[in-house]
T-cell receptor, first 114, second 112 residues
């Protein structure tokens, strides 16, 4: 696709439910990033993929968070047993090769935990 | 602790004037510098990136990098109300070959 695509754009769920967020990066981009942005706050790095590998999972807030990437393309971020503090906008970005290349963001998924 | 500092603002600039946004960074070894624009409720959008000392111009935008003083600036000429947004500065983390360090952003308001 022309840009980074994320789905769903909005997700409202009850506390304790599991959620899956999807990211489809720009075609040909090998590097993929997940960030979280709480209201009025800066970007919080969650995880980085180079191809299908995630060399850095250090930003994941807890073991309730996991992510995978298949075929070097689509990535899924899963949050199990959601808590109210998980409410935020989850942003995905991709870049051509990683390194210090410019990152291009999707429109994000706004997650609200009731 | 590696840091990227930005004045949170808001920075108010009259329409048609030059808006100057500044960013300082703590790691002298940083090599890559990025400016993003984020409209309220939207995701960050890449405006400019700069790797070398000096100025880089793209339309109404100019990025200025001074590695000796460890700051990077974004100038917006002929400011328009549509330029009103939060501007994020990002700098590469020299301890990582992929991670950026993000500033908290400067809110810019262009007054008609």
């Amino acid at each position: 696709g022309a840009g980074v695509s994320q789905s769903p754009s909005n997700k409202v769920t009850e506390k304790g439910k599991d959620v899956e967020l999807r990211c489809d990066p720009i075609s040909g981009h090998t590097a993929l990033y997940w960030y979280r942005q709480s209201l009025g706050q800066g970007l919080e790095f969650l995880i980085y993929f180079q191809g299908n590998s995630a060399p850095d999972k250090s930003g994941l807030p807890s073991d309730r968070f996991s992510a995978e990437r298949t075929g070097g393309s689509v990535s899924t971020l899963t949050i199990q047993r959601t808590q109210q503090e998980d409410s935020a906008v989850y942003l995905c970005a991709s870049s051509k090769t990683g390194g210090w290349q410019p990152q291009h963001f999707g429109d994000g998924t706004r997650l609200s935990i009731l | 602790q590696k840091e990227v500092e930005q004045n949170s603002g808001p920075l108010s600039v009259p329409e048609g004037a030059i808006a100057s946004l500044n960013c300082t960074y703590s790691d002298r070894g940083s090599q890559s510098f990025f400016w993003y624009r984020q409209y309220s409720g939207k995701s960050p959008e890449l405006i400019m990136f700069i790797y070398s000392n000096g100025d880089k111009e793209d339309g109404r935008f100019t990025a200025q990098l001074n590695k000796a003083s460890q700051y990077v600036s974004l100038l917006i000429r002929d400011s328009q109300p549509s330029d009103s947004a939060t501007y994020l500065c990002a700098v590469n983390n020299v301890d990582s070959n992929y991670q950026l360090i993000w500033g908290a952003g400067t809110k810019l308001i262009i007054k008609p």
